[in-house]
């Protein structure tokens, strides 16, 4: 089946400092992919959607020159989160969707814990 | 996308049917139905999808009632591995179209 890599899983940062994480489709090609942000017993909230080639659409309340999003190829999308703060720790999840996939949804990265200290 | 109303958390015992509902009374005709879960620290894993009929797979099963504005989520004999939040989600099948969570489901298996 699809599987969405992402990574790293854990990174720790100081504050003020720029983190990237990479999230790629392994076996097919997403020319859509989307980041979530998760805070500690709270759901997932969709953040952007990646476009390749294209840029980013940010979901409303969220800041695009502070989470920079980069689609350059059909397999991989990044997010840098930039100038990073305390705030901006939590659980950052890709997903991206296998248009060859039986179900039409969407295939989840195993997400990066990001903590700024 | 329609908004969906499950319960916070909900136990079973190891063993024993998980019936998971959900609530989407303003479900649309041509969104589906999905469930997702999550495991703790993990990213989230599809179950099952459906539009309108009952739909089973290895994981588990979904009843869709007749009027689809409601679901429930079958895991047929629940394992301790089952605990984990599990999402009901309606969408467009759609290019492009995101997926929203709601609050989901916490599920606890009790040995």
């Known amino acids: 089946g699809a599987v969405v890599s992402q990574h790293p899983s854990r990174v720790i940062c100081k504050s003020g400092t720029s983190v990237k994480i990479e999230c790629r489709s392994l076996d097919f090609q997403a020319t859509t992919m989307f980041w979530y942000r998760q805070f500690p017993k709270q759901s997932l909230m969709l953040m952007a959607t990646s476009n390749e080639g294209s840029k980013a659409t940010y979901e409303q309340g969220v800041e695009k020159d502070k989470f920079l999003i980069n689609h350059a190829s059909l397999t991989l999308s990044t997010l840098t989160v930039t100038s990073a703060h305390p705030e901006d720790s939590s659980f950052y999840i890709c997903?991206?969707?296998?248009?060859?996939?039986?179900?039409?949804?969407?295939?989840f990265g195993s997400g990066t814990r990001l903590t700024v200290v | 996308d329609a908004k969906t109303t499950q319960p916070p958390s909900m136990d079973c015992a190891e063993g024993r049917a998980a019936n998971l509902p959900c609530n989407h009374s303003t479900i649309s005709g041509n969104e589906y139905v999905y469930w997702y879960r999550q495991i703790h620290s993990q990213g989230p894993q599809y179950i099952i999808h459906?539009?309108?009929n009952n739909e089973t797979n290895e994981m588990a099963s979904l009843i869709i009632t007749e009027d689809r504005k409601s679901s429930t989520l079958i895991l047929p004999h629940a394992t301790l591995r089952d605990t984990a939040v599990y999402y009901c989600i309606v969408r467009l099948v759609s290019t492009g179209n995101q997926f929203y969570f709601g609050t989901g489901t916490s599920l606890t298996v009790i040995p």
């Open positions: 459906g539009l309108k």
């Open positions: 997903s991206a969707r296998d248009t060859t996939g039986g179900h039409y949804g969407y295939t």
